[in-house]
């Protein structure tokens, strides 16, 4: 990897997208639990299935009400949305680079993981590991690259590799105004038109469950669009100017979805077949949208990365 580029962006890398990240996910070396493992799977299979389309059966729950369609991104519309939150205390740390590769991460590795971090065959710990791990190593799509990022340094090593290693680049996250914990399902109003944010090229990064931070990373050549949601919850209280049922959303709606399962459980909640609409989603508040910066992001306050 360009060295130049590490060695100037380290600081500047953990810096900046811990402004984003730090009140979900702990800094350091140690070794976390994993929480709420076999829930947080099951949220994750579904977040993943829509992207790559490699879902064969769901049941629907509560962690599926983020997808909508294109028509629905229009001021004054009410949508049911589910928005996870992460409880910081209990959530795994990232490890830096050098350690973070100094330990597999492969599903043939799957027992020595096991006794490494300790826990026990057929442990819910164990199963979210071993999902994480299949998931990570599944064939992308048709148009699709993938990558599990084990360290900060190498989710920006492939973020810029998909979208230019001399562009500028920005990332956007989901914001859950005043409390980033929050669980829960209730109807959301967009409270303004809806902002879509210049984006020729995306890499969407999404949390996986594991003992240390791993995120999953993908780029995709179909089209793409990203916009940025002022949403207002039902429950909120209105004598609260600052409330956390209101959230700042990061949406991507994928324009092409013919390449997609047809058991994919977006279609299922949405009632459509692949390629007959787009299909649009909410991301959590602890995954990322990167985007390249463009000239009328300069003047807004995003969280940029530029490149030397």
Same mark, same amino acid.
């Given at each position: 990897?360009?060295? %130049?580029?590490?060695?100037?962006?380290?600081?500047?890398? /953990?810096?900046?997208?811990?402004?984003?990240?730090?009140?979900?996910?702990?800094?350091?070396?140690?070794?976390?639990?994993?929480?709420?493992?076999?829930?947080?799977?099951?949220?994750?299979?579904?977040?993943?299935?829509?992207?790559?389309?490699?879902?064969?059966?769901?049941?629907?729950?509560?962690?599926?009400?983020?997808?909508?369609?294109?028509?629905?991104?229009?001021?004054? %519309?009410?949508?049911?949305?589910?928005?996870?939150?992460?409880?910081?205390?209990?959530?795994?740390?990232?490890?830096?680079?050098?350690?973070?590769?100094?330990?597999?991460?492969?599903?043939?590795?799957?027992?020595?993981?096991?006794?490494?971090?300790?826990?026990?065959?057929?442990?819910?710990?164990?199963?979210?590991?071993?999902?994480?791990?299949?998931?990570?190593?599944?064939?992308?799509?048709?148009?699709?690259?993938?990558?599990?990022?084990?360290?900060?340094?190498?989710?920006?090593?492939?973020?810029?590799?998909?979208?230019?290693?001399?562009?500028?680049?920005?990332?956007?996250?989901?914001?859950?105004?005043?409390?980033?914990?929050?669980?829960?399902?209730?109807? /959301?109003?967009?409270?303004?038109?809806?902002?879509?944010?210049?984006?020729?090229?995306?890499?969407?990064?999404?949390?996986?469950?594991?003992?240390?931070?791993?995120? /999953?990373?993908?780029?995709?050549?179909?089209?793409?669009?990203?916009?940025?949601?002022?949403?207002?919850?039902?429950?909120?209280?209105?004598?609260?100017?600052?409330?956390?049922?209101?959230?700042?959303?990061?949406?991507?709606?994928?324009?092409?979805?013919?390449?997609?399962?047809?058991?994919?459980?977006?279609?299922?909640?949405?009632?459509? %077949?692949?390629?007959?609409?787009?299909?649009?989603?909410?991301?959590?508040?602890?995954?990322?949208?990167?985007?390249?910066?463009?000239?009328?992001?300069?003047?807004?306050?995003?969280?940029?990365?530029?490149?030397?």
């Amino acid at each position: 990897m360009h060295q %130049k580029f590490m060695n100037c962006w380290s600081l500047a890398i /953990y810096l900046l997208v811990l402004t984003i990240l730090g009140d979900r996910f702990g800094i350091g070396i140690g070794i976390a639990m994993l929480h709420n493992e076999h829930t947080q799977t099951h949220t994750h299979t579904h977040t993943h299935d829509h992207m790559q389309g490699h879902s064969s059966s769901h049941h629907m729950d509560q962690s599926t009400l983020v997808f909508f369609t294109l028509n629905d991104l229009k001021q004054g %519309k009410v949508l049911p949305v589910y928005f996870r939150g992460n409880n910081p205390s209990n959530s795994p740390q990232f490890l830096p680079r050098e350690e973070a590769e100094s330990i597999p991460f492969s599903l043939s590795k799957l027992d020595f993981l096991l006794q490494y971090f300790g826990f026990s065959q057929g442990s819910s710990q164990a199963k979210a590991m071993e999902n994480t791990l299949r998931e990570c190593e599944v064939k992308p799509i048709k148009g699709e690259t993938k990558f599990c990022a084990t360290s900060l340094e190498s989710m920006l090593d492939f973020v810029h590799e998909m979208i230019g290693v001399k562009t500028q680049v920005q990332v956007l996250n989901t914001k859950n105004l005043e409390n980033s914990t929050i669980n829960i399902l209730q109807n /959301y109003t967009i409270v303004d038109e809806p902002r879509e944010v210049p984006a020729p090229k995306m890499v969407a990064c999404h949390t996986m469950p594991y003992p240390f931070v791993i995120y /999953y990373c993908h780029y995709q050549k179909s089209e793409s669009k990203v916009f940025q949601v002022s949403l207002q919850g039902e429950n909120r209280n209105k004598n609260n100017k600052n409330n956390k049922n209101d959230v700042e959303g990061v949406a991507v709606c994928h324009m092409d979805t013919s390449q997609w399962s047809e058991s994919h459980v977006s279609f299922q909640v949405l009632g459509i %077949k692949p390629g007959s609409s787009p299909v649009c989603h909410f991301f959590p508040a602890d995954n990322l949208v990167w985007v390249p910066l463009s000239k009328i992001d300069l003047g807004v306050e995003n969280q940029l990365f530029t490149t030397i």
